[in-house]
């Protein structure tokens, strides 16, 4: 069994407070992509014991007798609503960050699923733990973090994760997931594979390290602004600074331009295909990765001619071809329609499969 019930005292006596469930809500400011869409049900949970209580209310009961979906939401920014949702949505908003244990080498953090992710980044890197520094800025909940194993400039959230608490919403119990039974991998874990739509994420427990900590710093990006800045052994809180800098000089700003970050992943292929495609293009932008080689999603995109092109409200960012966005009105329908012709058309050049990132829902 790749995970077993997690020992949880249930404090049965504590007063939690009664769930609302709220009734055809709207959608626009609970995704990143601005789209406009509506939910039958939400109710927001602050409290893991409140998934007890969720369960056990009628009205629950009768739309799981009913088989309605239940789709778990922190804050919207790697998915895209296609249509309204004709389910229930739990808008996890369980907070807290606590120290478990320490030595004088690292140290285990504990952090409720609702915390926003940047903002536990900022409380370990402003305490001196190092771990999470190149991995300031990225949007969402740590809950989600999880999920999709978020990544950036080098370092992937896996390689922090001691275990991660879930509800299991068909057996109703506790589960306890160690670092190797998440199954992670690049943009994968196990929640978007045996355990999608079957789990929701309560709390993680991260390992960070004290002291001397030893830093990711040779993605390209990040190598040049430090250098630009004639730094040449900086501290994680100089990381974590330079880090959220040069995203915001690439990546655009939700609250200004609707979007869910990359919308595909990179493509993984094999040396023969790479090197086919290198004796057409040289400039081929490429990773080894595993026994292959990670194309990057965004070259392939700008080189079939994507870049900056716009139909109606959605569009392909000028400044990062692997982003779609959303001038203003763009449904979910229209932003799904413009990514499965940039699928079809770099398919059709360069024999990829472009694999989204971003979920869609329903
Ligand atoms: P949501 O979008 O709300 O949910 C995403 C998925 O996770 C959904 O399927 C949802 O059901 C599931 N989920 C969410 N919470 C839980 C839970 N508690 N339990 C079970 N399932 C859950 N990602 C990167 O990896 N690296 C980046 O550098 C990066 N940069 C980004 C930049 C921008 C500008 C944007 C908009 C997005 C970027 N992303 C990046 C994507 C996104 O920030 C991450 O995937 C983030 O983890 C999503 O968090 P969220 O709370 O918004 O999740
Ligand atoms: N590129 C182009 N044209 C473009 C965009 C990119 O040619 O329009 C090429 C360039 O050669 C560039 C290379 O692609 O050097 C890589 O681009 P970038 O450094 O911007 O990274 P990415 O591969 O596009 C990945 C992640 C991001 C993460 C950054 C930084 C994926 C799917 N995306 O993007 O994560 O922030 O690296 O580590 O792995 C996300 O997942 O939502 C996300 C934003």
Redesign the pocket.
């Known amino acids: 069994m790749f995970f077993f019930e997690a020992t949880i005292t249930v404090l049965i006596l504590i007063i939690v407070p009664v769930i609302t469930i709220e009734k055809n809500i709207n959608l626009k400011a609970f995704n990143t992509f601005g789209v406009d869409a509506s939910a039958r049900y939400l109710c927001r949970l602050r409290q893991p014991l409140e998934l007890l209580e969720l369960f056990e209310t009628e009205e629950i009961r009768e739309l799981a007798g009913n088989r309605v979906n239940i789709l778990v939401l922190g804050e919207g920014s790697?998915l895209l609503f296609t249509e309204d949702y004709p389910g229930l949505i739990i808008k996890n908003e369980i907070r807290g960050i606590r120290v478990l244990e320490e030595d004088e080498k690292s140290i285990l953090v504990e952090a409720g699923a609702g915390e926003r992710w940047n903002d536990l980044v900022g409380y370990t890197v402003g305490r001196g733990w190092g771990g999470m520094e190149n991995l300031g800025g990225i949007p969402g909940t740590v809950g989600a973090a999880p999920v999709q194993n978020?990544?950036?400039?080098?370092v992937e959230v896996s390689s922090l994760i001691e275990r991660v608490t879930a509800w299991h919403i068909d057996s109703k119990k506790w589960l306890t997931l160690s670092n190797a039974d998440c199954r992670f991998g690049y943009?994968d874990s196990i929640f978007k594979n045996e355990l999608k739509n079957k789990a929701i994420i309560v709390s993680a427990v991260f390992r960070l390290t004290k002291g001397t900590v030893a830093m990711s710093l040779s993605?390209?990006?990040l190598t040049a602004e430090l250098k630009r800045r004639n730094v040449s052994h900086p501290d994680i809180r100089e990381v974590f600074e330079v880090v959220q800098d040069v995203?915001r000089t690439?990546?655009p700003d939700p609250a200004t331009m609707g979007n869910?970050?990359?919308f595909?992943?990179?493509p993984v292929i094999d040396s023969g295909h790479k090197s086919r495609l290198e004796k057409e293009y040289p400039d081929l932008?490429f990773n080894p990765h595993g026994t292959g080689y990670k194309i990057?999603?965004?070259?392939l995109?700008?080189k079939a001619g994507w870049?900056g092109y716009r139909s109606g409200d959605a569009g392909c960012y000028e400044?990062?071809?692997?982003i779609l966005v959303n001038y203003g009105s763009a449904t979910g329908k229209d932003i799904l329609e413009l990514s499965e012709r940039i699928q079809a058309s770099v398919l059709e050049k360069f024999g990829i499969s472009l694999e989204r990132?971003v979920n869609l829902i329903p």
């Open positions: 790697n978020i990544g950036a400039y080098g943009r993605y390209a990006a995203r690439r990546l869910a970050g990359s595909f992943k990179n932008s990057a999603a965004g070259w995109i700008e870049k400044n990062q071809a692997l990132e």
